[in-house]
């Protein structure tokens, strides 16, 4: 079995944090999501799970962060830098907020974050490797 990854995160509004996931791209599986939870797809291979308060809470006992905080920042490949504005763009227009750290731009890579409505923080990236230096 190839290895998949589950990124578990508290919310506070599941439905709302559903939309905006959903306004950048990822789809809901209903087989993994109820009134607590909601599994959303990123890829075959990865998934959010977006968990109620209550439900994060019988997951661990560690408090739940503010929303001011950063414990991590993902990172979503993008295929251009159209795409990494794009997902940044949808962010910001559905209850999450552009741009919480600069913008890196280093020619051969874009780097730009935002924070879903809940404070997690992400960052879309789009990296060309033949201008890198490395394979396609």
């Known amino acids: 079995m190839s290895k998949m990854l589950f990124v578990n995160l ?8 559903t939309t905006f996931y959903e306004a950048l791209g990822l789809s ?3 087989q993994f999501s109820d009134e607590t939870a909601a599994c959303m797809v990123l890829s075959e291979a990865i998934f959010v799970m977006l ?5 994060w ?4 006992d560690r408090p739940i962060p503010p929303a001011t905080s950063s414990e991590v920042m993902l990172a979503v490949s993008c295929d ?11 962010a910001a227009a559905h209850g999450g907020t552009a741009d919480v750290n600069p913008a890196q731009d280093y020619g051969f890579m874009l ?4 924070t879903d409505p809940d404070g997690h ?16």
Do not use: I, Y
Not at 51 to 55: F, R, V
Not at 80 to 90: C, F, H, I, L, N
Not at 124 to 133: L, T
């Open 80 to 90: 251009s830098r159209e795409a990494v504005a794009a997902m940044v763009d949808a």
């Open 111 to 114: 780097n730009r974050t935002f």
């Open 10 to 17: 508290p919310v506070v509004d599941l439905a709302r944090s």
């Open 121 to 136: 923080v992400w960052e879309a990236v789009f990296m060309d490797m033949a201008a890198a230096g490395g394979a396609a």
């Open 28 to 30: 809901r599986n209903p």
């Open 51 to 55: 968990l109620t308060h209550d439900k």
């Open 57 to 60: 809470r019988t997951f661990t």
